[in-house]
């Protein structure tokens, strides 16, 4: 089901309000700071992790994350 | 165990069988079929499910006769909780609002809301809780639960590990001192705080009045606690300790503030969690091969947790009334109109949901819903998640655990506050 080819991250820092859901789903892919506020050490998405990171955005309560076409 | 504490554990599964009895009513113990139907036949409807069933309805917990219509999928619930400047929360506070003087997060809405989560959140969020696992979560349940069952080979885990152990766990994370006391009489206050909403009048003037007096008695027992803290001086990093140094909106808090504040998080402090964490050992006993898999590939935990939370989940509806006019599906919803969201039914919607009545770990999740979902979502969930995690893992240290065939299987029953009535299990004793 994944999509082959490469995937970043997008994070609308302003609207997250550190719910963690993401980082519960993928910690793989979303940090979060001391404030609880989401970030990524690299925005490309790690191959094998697609759905994961997919499913994390998805979660958001806040819509704060989209996977798009890097 | 002394008597004293067993005499709690018996208040506790007392109040416990209360609140499911409350929330039960006149509904079959599996709710699914008809979920089924009603998401097939109409899917937006008039009436409201949990009074139908002469169940208590945060959609209008008075009993004012308030408009209602049920949503049984998965996606109208879903943008009706992304939705909060149109659908409003303020009505889940009704009823039993009064006892806590309004100060319930889950009620407010717009601007308010958003400045009381951001400072009261801090302590719950995933960092904060992921350092508690191994110095405070395991601790509690190793050393004063499961090594104490061990020997035994048998226990009803509800009463003797799922009711006790969230509270004994919250309750050191606020910082309360250990006392068995005090953990009966709040937890027990909590719950008749929110037993006020009642659909037969008759109770309603009795549990009415009943909850107002808990609300009191809560606030008069952590007044004391919360000025003992603050005169020891010693800020600790527990609740009480960061919100005696925390500021909002450039002030810092009361004695009598975080009182109030502590009261609130009570009433959701533990009894969620036992049930949710009774509801998954439920589900992972009917399927012994789901069981063995994640005893097999303990990374699976987590998705065991959500997995039997989405599947059956505790919190079965939310409710949120109309800002204006609305659609939904394709009904017109006048303001002013409450839903109510089975949170039950749209986690088995198959239009989201691949084989929605399997409990399947490594299914394709899609966000939960069963922490509520939006900016109201559950605020102590990381607490919750990671409880249950640390539990299953411990309890999963069990060899050959099953259900005890002396006792009828438990049945997990009621359309809110799911749960079963008791949960006798065997292991192999060392």
């Known amino acids: 089901m994944s999509e082959k080819g490469n995937l970043k991250v997008v994070i609308n820092k302003p609207a997250c309000c550190g719910y963690g859901v993401c980082a519960e789903i993928c910690p793989e892919v979303y940090k979060l700071d001391e404030h609880g506020i989401v970030y990524v050490d690299d925005e490309i998405v790690p191959e094998g992790l697609e759905d994961a990171a997919r499913e994390g955005a998805d979660a958001c309560p806040q819509s704060a994350l989209a996977i798009v076409d890097a | ?430």
């Not at chain 2, 308010?112 to 508690?132: E, S, V």
């Not at chain 2, 409450?338 to 899609?366: F, G, Q, T």
């Open chain 2, 1 to 430: 165990m002394t008597a004293k504490y067993d005499a709690m554990l018996d208040q506790m599964v007392k109040d416990y069988s209360l609140v499911t009895n409350g929330y039960a009513g006149a509904a079959p113990a599996n709710p699914y079929p008809m979920f089924e139907e009603r998401r097939a036949k109409c899917p937006v409807a008039h009436g409201d499910l949990l009074q139908e069933n002469s169940i208590p309805s945060m959609a209008d917990y008075m009993m004012t006769g308030r408009p209602v219509v049920t949503l049984y999928r998965y996606n109208d619930i879903h943008s009706v909780l992304m939705n909060p400047q149109d659908w409003l929360s303020h009505i889940v506070g009704d009823g039993f609002g009064a006892a806590v003087d309004n100060m319930l997060l889950t009620a407010m809405d717009g601007e308010q809301h958003t400045k009381y989560r951001k400072t009261l959140q801090k302590p719950f969020m995933r960092g904060q809780i992921r350092k508690l696992m191994d110095t405070l979560i395991r601790p509690v349940v190793v050393n004063e639960f499961v090594n104490q069952l061990r020997p035994h080979g048998k226990a009803d885990l509800l009463r003797e590990f799922a009711l006790p152990f969230p509270i004994r766990a919250m309750y050191a994370y606020f910082g309360f001192p250990h006392n068995e006391d005090l953990l009966g009489n709040l937890a027990s206050w909590a719950i008749q705080v929110v037993a006020a909403p009642q659909t037969d009048p008759e109770l309603a003037k009795i549990t009415i009045p009943q909850s107002m007096v808990a609300g009191q008695s809560m606030y008069e027992t952590l007044m004391p606690i919360v000025q003992q803290y603050r005169e020891r001086g010693e800020m600790r990093n527990d609740i009480l300790g960061y919100m005696m140094t925390t500021e909002h909106e450039g002030e810092k808090f009361s004695d009598e503030d975080i009182a109030n504040f502590i009261r609130m998080l009570l009433l959701a402090a533990g009894e969620t969690t036992t049930r949710s964490f009774a509801n998954m050992i439920v589900q992972l006993l009917e399927e012994p091969k789901v069981l063995e898999e994640v005893r097999q590939d303990r990374s699976l935990v987590p998705k065991a947790v959500m997995e039997t939370m989405r599947r059956d989940p505790t919190a079965g509806a939310v409710a949120r009334i109309a800002a204006r006019d609305m659609e939904v599906g394709d009904m017109t919803i006048p303001k002013g109109t409450a839903v109510l969201c089975s949170i039950a039914s749209a986690n088995r919607d198959p239009e989201v949901y691949e084989d929605p009545d399997r409990l399947w770990l490594k299914r394709p999740m899609r966000p939960l819903l069963s922490f509520g979902f939006g900016p109201h979502m559950c605020m102590g969930m990381h607490m919750a998640l990671t409880e249950m995690e640390v539990a299953l893992e411990e309890i999963l240290e069990l060899p050959n655990l099953r259900f005890d065939p002396d006792y009828p299987k438990p049945e997990i029953r009621g359309l809110n506050m799911r749960g079963p009535d008791a949960l006798h299990v065997l292991w192999d004793a060392d």
